[in-house]
């Protein structure tokens, strides 16, 4: 089985046929999946894909992007939310410095709130983090977050910052990129951290991996980023699905038969 961390099956790009994909990933032995949040709506119709399909669940959170809607009774609700046994994780959360919006010091402030919640509740979380490596990694470095386990998802930054995250604790999210021609920083990650910190991801509808690159997105590619990292770390494609299947499983605390 595969073990797909971060899936958007809310995505408008599914309204066509999604039922019909989730039910057929699970027989093409994709399962595991955890379908990310990544807004208020968005998190309440991840809920219900996760209640949809019982290899599905639910990651709730918002995204930088997204925080300036947020206030106080949100983090409550969300609070609420992971008492459901399908949510398993808080995110997506983090910072986005590429878009920049909103102002920096908001995105921090719920970055944190979120950080907070999920320490409480004792959820690992799923983190965004685009141009904003050196503020990221100080706020989860901090004596007050110790503890906290997760992923950096679609992991962007160089090989040193890899190593710096996965001495924090936090497992490395390795999704399409890696098979791009212009992916080499990730190959690199890929190919030296140890293995029981990479976990695999789509983050589709976006970011299909070779050949697919530019169309839209889904958890069946995986196999194209699992055969990725077994040649650049020269073992079998059986040992990369095996240990970032257990890695995710051991992270998240649930497997493919429930
Ligand atoms: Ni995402």
Same mark, same amino acid.
């Given at each position: 089985?595969?073990?797909?961390?971060?899936?958007?099956?809310d995505?408008? !790009?599914?309204?066509?046929?999604?039922?019909?994909?989730?039910?057929?990933?699970?027989?093409?032995?994709?399962?595991?999946?955890?379908n990310v949040g990544?807004?208020?709506?968005s998190t309440?119709s991840t809920v219900?894909l996760a209640?949809?399909?019982?290899?599905?669940?639910a990651a709730a959170?918002?995204?930088?992007?997204?925080?300036?809607?947020?206030?106080?009774?949100?983090?409550?609700?969300?609070?609420?939310?992971?008492?459901?046994?399908?949510?398993?994780?808080?995110?997506?959360?983090?910072?986005?410095?590429?878009?920049?919006?909103?102002?920096?010091?908001?995105?921090?402030?719920?970055?944190?709130?979120?950080?907070?919640?999920?320490?409480?509740?004792?959820?690992?979380?799923?983190?965004?983090?685009?141009?904003?490596?050196?503020?990221?990694?100080?706020?989860?470095?901090?004596?007050?977050?110790?503890?906290?386990?997760?992923?950096?998802?679609?992991?962007?930054?160089?090989?040193?910052? !890899?190593?710096?995250?996965?001495?924090?604790?936090?497992?490395?999210?390795?999704?399409?990129?890696?098979?791009?021609?212009?992916?080499?920083?990730?190959?690199?990650?890929?190919?030296?951290?140890?293995?029981?910190?990479?976990?695999?991801?789509?983050?589709?509808?976006?970011?299909?991996?070779?050949?697919?690159?530019?169309?839209?997105?889904?958890?069946?590619?995986?196999?194209?980023?699992?055969?990725?990292? !077994?040649?650049?770390?020269?073992?079998?494609?059986?040992?990369?699905?095996?240990?970032?299947?257990?890695?995710?499983?051991?992270?998240?605390?649930?497997? !493919?038969?429930?």
């Amino acid at each position: 089985m595969i073990f797909e961390t971060h899936a958007h099956y809310d995505d408008e !790009a599914y309204d066509k046929d999604r039922d019909s994909l989730i039910r057929l990933l699970k027989e093409e032995g994709i399962a595991p999946i955890i379908n990310v949040g990544a807004s208020i709506t968005s998190t309440k119709s991840t809920v219900k894909l996760a209640h949809d399909h019982s290899h599905v669940y639910a990651a709730a959170g918002v995204h930088p992007s997204e925080v300036e809607e947020l206030e106080d009774k949100d983090i409550e609700w969300l609070r609420e939310l992971a008492g459901d046994p399908k949510v398993i994780a808080i995110g997506e959360i983090g910072l986005d410095y590429h878009y920049d919006e909103p102002d920096r010091e908001i995105q921090k402030i719920w970055f944190e709130k979120q950080l907070r919640l999920a320490k409480d509740i004792k959820l690992p979380i799923i983190v965004h983090t685009r141009d904003a490596a050196a503020d990221t990694y100080e706020i989860l470095r901090r004596e007050e977050y110790r503890g906290i386990q997760g992923i950096i998802h679609c992991f962007s930054y160089s090989p040193e910052e !890899a190593d710096k995250y996965v001495k924090l604790g936090y497992h490395i999210g390795i999704g399409g990129v890696v098979t791009f021609k212009n992916g080499r920083k990730l190959q690199e990650i890929a190919k030296n951290i140890p293995l029981e910190k990479i976990v695999v991801e789509t983050d589709c509808p976006y970011l299909a991996p070779e050949p697919y690159r530019g169309r839209r997105n889904s958890s069946a590619y995986l196999t194209y980023i699992i055969e990725r990292i !077994a040649s650049l770390r020269n073992v079998s494609y059986e040992e990369i699905e095996k240990a970032t299947y257990e890695n995710a499983v051991a992270l998240f605390g649930v497997r !493919a038969d429930g």
